[in-house]
């Protein structure tokens, strides 16, 4: 039998609670051992909660149980799920976590510690949801190099642009109701600033290229800019609009970003929608690669969660290897990523003005007062000097 510890009883912590339970002999089967939850971790009660009788208030009562032998930490926030973590895993045990705040800080170092210990650290629940994409590339996509890593990584703000596109509605709107049907933080400014992504497309990047991506160095646009005029632009021109997590490798440097991206039909994520992610890879040898699936949501998150357990289940005493190295990654300087870009800019300006700045562009009629159009593929440096001399009103990347 093995005894699991789940730290944090919100919606995913129930979640995972719930899954095992529920799927209880078919886990067990998978796992080749039965799994039992000894210990829920909360501060609140649950007076009728079927976990009740497991709940415990302080951490320490896990670390010290010996017969605890997977910790689950899906409380978020990087303290002091960090703390209750590193210790966890310095006694031996094996982590499974959902936390990306945690994980794109301090991947590497409980990597490596679980190394030291003969344990794991895995958290394939803290990118896309219930998407292996983590496994997936520790597991399977190990043969490759692979010079682009991108993707929908976030639920909420896929779920905003998604019906912006449909219904032609301006983003506070849309906000609002995805906050009234809990697709939504009250806050949401870690999805809409695209802060949520930046974390995801970090620890993508580290385990991609092999070295610590810090999130701070990623070049991070949210999604707020966004109107529906941008929207009636994109549907003339055959393109969505989505907010990407990317990092490309290109001649030896990885350049990172978050930002909304025009897509033409022809990209696979082109159609991903509401609250679904997906990331696609390109490698030297396998060539495109993408998966699909449920970004965010309770048993979605939760069912990443527990293949994790029975994952470690499987490799008790035993580490599997994860490249991520705690070295620091130095990204390529973003001014120098080139890209085309779709401009809309105030009054009518001839082509050739805007040509004199931008270099060759394609414009594209919409509407009056304003001056829409497409430029070459341009530095992100050529674009500023450029916007300088013009009333920009946004500006959207098109994807390659
Ligand atoms: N707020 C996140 C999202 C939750 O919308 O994708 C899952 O990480």
Redesign the pocket.
């Known amino acids: 039998m093995v005894n699991v510890a789940i730290l944090g009883y919100g919606t995913v912590g129930s979640g995972v609670y719930d899954v095992i339970t529920r799927n209880n002999s078919h886990i067990g089967r998978r796992a080749g051992k039965d799994i039992n939850v000894k210990y829920v971790l909360d501060l609140r009660e649950f007076p009728g909660d079927p976990a009740e009788k497991i709940l415990v208030h302080d951490f320490d009562t896990i670390l010290n149980d010996d017969d605890v032998d997977i910790v689950v930490e899906v409380m978020g926030g990087v303290e002091p799920a960090h703390t209750f973590v590193k210790n966890a895993l310095l006694r031996g045990k094996s982590v499974c976590t959902s936390n ?1 705040e945690m994980v794109a800080k301090f991947g590497a170092e409980l990597l490596e510690i679980a190394k030291e210990k003969n344990s794991n650290f895995v958290f394939e629940a803290s990118v896309g ?1 219930g998407i292996p994409i983590i496994r997936s590339i520790n597991e399977s996509l190990t043969v490759d190099h692979f010079d682009e890593i991108s993707g929908i ?5 896929n779920y905003i642009l998604t019906k912006m596109d449909k219904e032609g509605l301006a983003f506070d709107a849309v906000l609002k109701d995805a906050q009234d049907k809990g697709y939504a ?1 009250r806050n949401p400014e ?2 809409i600033e695209g802060y ?1 992504a930046c974390r ?1 497309i970090a620890i993508l990047a580290s385990l991609c290229y092999e070295k610590q991506v810090d999130f701070e160095d990623i070049y991070t646009e949210g999604i707020t800019k966004i109107s529906s005029e941008d929207f009636a632009y994109a549907r003339k021109l055959g393109y969505s609009i989505k907010l990407l997590g990317t990092a490309r490798k290109i001649d030896g440097k990885v350049y990172a970003m978050v930002a909304p991206f025009m897509l033409d039909e022809e990209n696979p994520l082109h159609s991903v929608s509401g ?1 679904f ?1 997906a990331i696609k890879m390109h490698g030297d040898m396998l060539g495109n690669v993408m998966l699909y699936g449920k ?2 949501g309770k048993h979605a ?1 939760a069912s990443a969660v527990v293949s994790d357990v029975i994952d470690c289940a499987r490799n008790l005493g035993h580490n599997k290897i994860v490249y991520w190295s705690p070295e620091k990654r130095t990204l390529g300087d973003i001014d120098t990523f080139t890209t085309k870009f779709f401009v809309r800019v105030k009054g009518v300006v001839e082509k050739t003005a805007l040509e004199e700045h931008f270099g060759g562009v394609t414009l594209v009629s919409g509407i009056e007062n304003e001056t829409a159009f497409i430029t070459e593929e341009i530095s992100e440096a050529a674009y500023k000097k450029a916007a300088e001399n013009f009333d920009v009103i946004n500006k959207i990347r098109i994807s390659k």
Request: charged share 30%.
């Open positions: 990306k949801g990584l976030n639920g909420t703000t933080e870690a999805d949520d995801k609250v992610n970004g965010a998150t």
